[in-house]
């Protein structure tokens, strides 16, 4: 199980508009989306699809920082 701690470490790494692009990509709303990474709820097809988000938005400033 993920705890609170590392829900709130995913949410600082996302980036902005993270709730809709989720939710787009996981066909909930955008308010359950906020509160599975909240701990609020819980939902796995959420926490995964925030962790590819945050690791696709790792990957783009890498790269930007790469270019520079």
């Known amino acids: 199980m993920i705890t609170k ?3 709130q470490k995913l949410r600082d790494e996302l980036p902005y508009g993270w709730t809709s692009i989720i939710a ?3 066909g909930f709303t ?3 989306v906020s509160q599975v990474l909240r701990n609020k709820s819980f939902n796995a ?3 995964n699809e925030a962790i590819k988000l945050r690791d696709e ?3 783009e400033l ?3 920082k790469n270019n520079l």
């Open 5 to 7: 701690d590392e829900l």
């Open 24 to 26: 787009k990509k996981t």
């Open 30 to 32: 955008r308010a359950f």
């Open 45 to 47: 097809k959420v926490i």
């Open 57 to 59: 938005t790792r990957e």
């Open 62 to 64: 890498n790269n930007i």
